[in-house]
């Protein structure tokens, strides 16, 4: 490979590689704003200026390619100085705002201003006045004021969200960002340029002035919004989630997330009508009871009826582990009917992440075993078996079956039993006999399969009151390293939930077929000794950027 030298330290490069690029690849960081590894070069910032042995002047190092042995200096006295006078020229007209910027802990200008800056300005006049507040879009405000221009939002509504949305007006030190005439920033991806906006003149409606960056603990995770399952960031403050971010991940999202995944996936876990504790139905009312009473009047229960009265219905929003050890508790019921439902909305897709299959796990669960067994029954058929009297206890994991079809609504009444997992209340938890608080998944370990086939992990981001008990426990010392503070994570009000994978082993353990899971991770290693779509597979394989499963790629990928 050919290669050059930077700051002393010789590395080597892809042909057609630009300086930064090869830099940043070897691990060296040069300073750039407008420069964005997913986007077309614009070269306007002037900031990753760098000096280049036999070349007469600085240059910028986004768009000058690396040769067989050129020396590049990013420290040297003309480079520092070129770029402390950049820094300079952009500082002029900025507000200096950071006390209340969005951006602030995070903000590329507040980090070079801090290396690269003087400390005190030259400039005496008085600073130009643009637009604050524009709505740009439903979900993004712009700042004028704190725009340095570097164009990154622009090319991204151009080559990624493929929206020629955004435009600068104006010349010189009025230049402005602004959408065309009547038209809105408005497209499935708009709120990407919160993330690349290198300053804080962008920012997300909805998270606007909710916290300060530091006050936030960061945990990585995936998005159940749909089967791509983007790669995220899940913050939180005080036990409530704030905010999402997409995770860098070239093989399944690359550094972004679409608005909806981003702004409604996580609503669920602070919200109000999360269920908090075991229920069970007397005398017609859902009463609250301990967790020990709740698993012995379902273990009870489920002994009354024969197991092809029996149908569990699992669920393509939960774990592979949830899903597994749910399929596993059927069939050590002797129960064949199992099956989960699609949520698929045709035709809602496009060709740049997002998918028509709306859950995170649909491949997952069916590869742990959550389909019919033999002759059992499929979701219609449970259906139509409930409508007949057949099926008579129906079991049913995170799902609200109720809500999918009027159907549902209408069978449900012909039950004796029905029992299920939920981390919100809903139309089938409103008429179920025994109810579970089920974690969602930021609360919990485990994996799911995107549509590529991809397994991926998802990790607690908020706590429980599970984890609370545990924290001397076994299960505390498996948990991936926390976010920014871990003390800060634990406050806040916690819910009475469990990964359902849990109740059932709780609940096995009533019946007689012991099941000895612990941790998620125990789960999996199970799914992999048995299942050979998982095999070789652990979290550590599976790591932060998931592994690919050798397994034929489904219709919907
Ligand atoms: S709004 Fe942000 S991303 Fe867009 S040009 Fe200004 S500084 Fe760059
Ligand atoms: S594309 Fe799908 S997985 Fe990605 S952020 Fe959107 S909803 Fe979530």
Not at 84 to 99: G, K, Q, R, S, W
Not at 116 to 128: A, D, H, Q
Not at 277 to 304: C, P
Not at 510 to 532: H, P, R, T
Request: aromatic share 8%.
């Amino acid at each position: 490979m050919p290669t050059l030298t930077v700051d002393g330290k010789q590395i080597e490069f892809k042909q057609g590689q630009t300086i930064i690029e090869a830099a940043r690849f070897a691990g060296i960081e040069i300073p750039h704003f407008c420069w964005h590894p997913s986007l077309s070069i614009s070269g306007n910032c002037r900031v990753c200026l760098v000096e280049i042995e036999k070349m007469p002047k600085l240059a910028i190092s986004c768009s000058t390619y690396a040769t067989e042995g050129m020396v590049v200096h990013t420290h040297s006295q003309k480079t520092v100085e070129a770029r402390n006078a950049v820094m300079e020229f952009i500082l002029i007209n900025h507000p200096l705002d950071c006390p209340i910027c969005d951006e602030a802990g995070e903000c590329k200008l507040q980090e070079y201003a801090y290396v690269n800056g003087k400390g005190e300005s030259r400039f005496e006049e008085i600073k130009v006045r643009k637009e604050k507040r524009v709505q740009l879009g439903p979900h993004i405000k712009f700042d004028g004021e704190r725009c340095i221009s570097c164009s990154r939002c622009i090319r991204f509504s151009d080559e990624i969200a493929k929206k020629n949305q955004l435009t600068f007006v104006q010349r010189g030190d009025k230049v402005t960002i602004t959408t065309f005439p009547g038209e809105s920033f408005d497209n499935p991806y708009t709120l990407n340029t919160t993330d690349i906006c290198p300053v804080g003149a962008l920012t997300n409606q909805d998270f606007r002035f909710k916290s300060r960056v530091w006050e936030m603990s960061k945990t990585d995770s995936i998005c159940v919004g749909c089967s791509r399952g983007c790669n995220t960031e899940v913050w939180v403050r005080n036990n409530e989630i704030l905010r999402l971010t997409p995770r860098h991940n070239e093989d399944v999202n690359s550094y972004w997330m679409c608005d909806r995944g981003r702004l409604e996936t996580f609503k669920n876990v602070n919200a109000g009508d999360r269920i908090d504790g075991t229920y069970i139905r007397r005398e017609g009312q859902l009463q609250k009871v301990s967790w020990g009473e709740a698993l012995n009047v379902t273990a009870k229960s489920l002994k009354d009826y024969k197991s092809s009265e029996i149908a569990f219905i699992g669920s393509a929003y939960a774990t592979c582990e949830d899903n597994y050890v749910l399929a596993k508790f059927a069939k050590s019921l002797g129960v064949t009917n199992i099956d989960f439902a699609d949520h698929i909305i045709p035709g809602d897709q496009d060709d740049i992440l997002i998918r028509e299959d709306k859950t995170p796990n649909s491949l997952g669960a069916e590869l742990v075993g959550v389909r019919p067994v033999a002759s059992g029954m499929n979701f219609s058929a449970i259906l139509k078996g409930i409508k007949e009297g057949k099926i008579k206890a129906l079991y049913v994991m995170e799902e609200d079956v109720i809500s999918l079809d009027k159907e549902w609504q209408s069978a449900i009444g012909n039950l004796d039993l029905l029992i299920v997992h939920a981390s919100n209340e809903n139309k089938t938890t409103a008429l179920a006999d025994i109810v579970f608080p089920a974690s969602t998944f930021a609360e919990k370990n485990g994996t799911f399969v995107n549509f590529q086939g991809r397994v991926q992990r998802i990790r607690p981001a908020v706590a429980t009151e599970e984890m609370d008990r545990a924290l001397d426990g076994m299960e505390m010392s498996r948990w991936d390293k926390f976010g920014t503070g871990f003390d800060r994570w634990m406050q806040g009000h916690k819910f009475d939930s469990k990964p359902s994978w849990k109740i059932f082993v709780a609940l096995s353990q009533l019946l007689g077929f012991k099941m000895k899971f612990n941790m998620a991770e125990e789960v999996f290693a199970e799914m992999s000794n048995s299942n050979s779509a998982f095999k070789g597979l652990d979290y550590d394989v599976v790591g932060k950027h998931g592994a690919q499963l050798k397994i034929k790629q489904t219709a919907n990928a």
